[in-house]
């Protein structure tokens, strides 16, 4: 059994009501009941999210210790939170990135992940099930 942070940052609260054309119908408790239901037998998934990037970093330090791994979708945060990049290096947890649409797709801005040379992978573009990919990653990052 693994212990994981399922971590979702600015705006994600809003999923299944903003821009539905780029981020899906399914709402954040959707997609958490999705992951609850596909891993939750075997792994225990804990959920967050805040639009406070400091809450965010404060919620990844108190990781440490308890959580094997982070998933974090941490939306436009991912392109200038070096303080983010800074609280994943620093608590050592292997950590998937992860995001609804293809960010190398969209607006220049968001092709740049500062996060990502932290991270042990980045999976984007696949809607909700992004999320799914991410936990599959780490788990087997994990027991390598």
């Given at each position: 059994?693994?212990?994981?942070?399922?971590?979702?940052?600015?705006?994600?609260?809003?999923?299944?009501?903003?821009?539905?054309?780029?981020?899906?119908?399914?709402?954040?408790?959707?997609?958490?009941?999705?992951?609850?239901?596909?891993?939750?037998?075997?792994?225990?998934?804990r959920f967050f999210q805040n639009n406070w990037e400091g809450a965010l970093i404060d919620y990844i330090h108190d990781l440490r210790g308890w959580m094997d791994g982070i998933v974090i979708n941490p939306?436009?945060?991912?392109?200038?939170?070096?303080?983010?990049?800074?609280?994943?290096?620093?608590?050592?947890?292997?950590?998937?990135?992860?995001?609804?649409?293809?960010?190398?797709?969209?607006?220049?801005?968001?092709?740049?992940?500062?996060?990502?040379?932290?991270?042990?992978?980045?999976?984007?573009?696949?809607?909700?099930?992004?999320?799914?990919?991410?936990?599959?990653?780490?788990?087997?990052?994990?027991?390598?």
């Amino acid at each position: 059994m693994s212990n994981i942070a399922i971590i979702h940052g600015p705006n994600l609260n809003l999923l299944g009501t903003r821009e539905p054309e780029v981020y899906g119908s399914n709402t954040l408790a959707d997609i958490e009941i999705a992951l609850t239901d596909r891993f939750g037998d075997e792994h225990e998934l804990r959920f967050f999210q805040n639009n406070w990037e400091g809450a965010l970093i404060d919620y990844i330090h108190d990781l440490r210790g308890w959580m094997d791994g982070i998933v974090i979708n941490p939306g436009a945060f991912t392109h200038y939170s070096y303080a983010l990049r800074d609280a994943i290096a620093g608590v050592a947890l292997p950590t998937v990135e992860v995001h609804l649409s293809n960010i190398h797709a969209r607006e220049p801005f968001r092709r740049t992940s500062v996060l990502a040379p932290v991270c042990v992978g980045q999976i984007s573009g696949f809607g909700w099930y992004s999320y799914v990919l991410g936990v599959e990653a780490l788990l087997d990052f994990l027991t390598r």
